[in-house]
T-cell receptor
């Protein structure tokens, strides 16, 4: 499978715990994006990387959220001290550099905070 | 004003008819525009993009762009029950071409 891969697909955690999600982009894609989606809403931009550089981070993203892409390949999104409001689908997408940025999504990680 | 706006629907269209989905955007400098389809419980799937004023056709889908009016639409001809999904309009911002902003989506239902 050469598409965007996300793990785990589902995560249930207790409030206050830390969680980490992984995204493996399409191999030749150097741009990687993280989005969050709640029921009935469109994907909400969180952050994006070009190679290993994090070029933009949403103002909506609290300091409990951090993302890395250490070698410009896979990326991780960590949420510290999870809250019930963090329950959502976390989506990763990747694209080639250049315009237009055709972004392709992984299957997402569904987080439930109990 | 939201950066990308869509009517949330639901939009109900009889099978075989034309479904028309609309989107407006606020960043006048945006250069390209995308339509994604999202089935319930699944991730968004890219179906079309357009960057020139006018129409772009791909099979049963036609994207229409009017930059002066900051308006982009998606027409689906000969609608099928399998077209029932949420359609998301996505617009990369001019100031940061890779920050792609999504609308809230329009839920489309094709009735047999």
């Amino acid at each position: 499978d050469t598409g965007v891969s996300q793990n785990p697909r589902h995560k249930i955690t207790k409030r206050g715990q830390n969680v980490t999600f992984r995204c493996d982009p399409i191999s030749e894609h150097n741009r990687l994006y993280w989005y969050r989606q709640t029921l009935g809403q469109g994907p909400e931009f969180l952050t994006y990387f070009q190679n290993e550089a994090q070029l933009e981070k949403s103002r909506l993203l609290s300091d409990r959220f951090s993302a890395e892409r250490p070698k410009g390949s896979f990326s991780t999104l960590e949420i510290q001290r999870t809250e019930q409001g963090d329950s959502a689908m976390y989506l990763c997408a990747s694209s080639l550099q250049g315009l237009p940025p055709e972004a392709f999504f992984g299957q997402g990680t569904r987080l439930t905070v109990v | 004003q939201k950066e990308v706006e869509q009517n949330s629907g639901p939009l109900s269209v009889p099978e075989g008819a034309i479904a028309s989905l609309n989107c407006t955007y606020s960043d006048r400098g945006s250069q390209s525009f995308f339509w994604y389809r999202q089935y319930s419980g699944k991730s968004p799937e890219l179906i079309m993009f357009i960057y020139s004023n006018g129409d772009k056709e791909d099979g049963r889908f036609t994207a229409q762009l009017n930059k002066a009016s900051q308006y982009v639409s998606l027409l689906i001809r000969d609608s099928q029950p399998s077209d029932s999904a949420t359609y998301l309009c996505a617009v990369p911002t001019y100031s940061s071409a890779s920050k792609i902003i999504f609308g809230s989506g329009t839920r489309l239902s094709i009735r047999p």
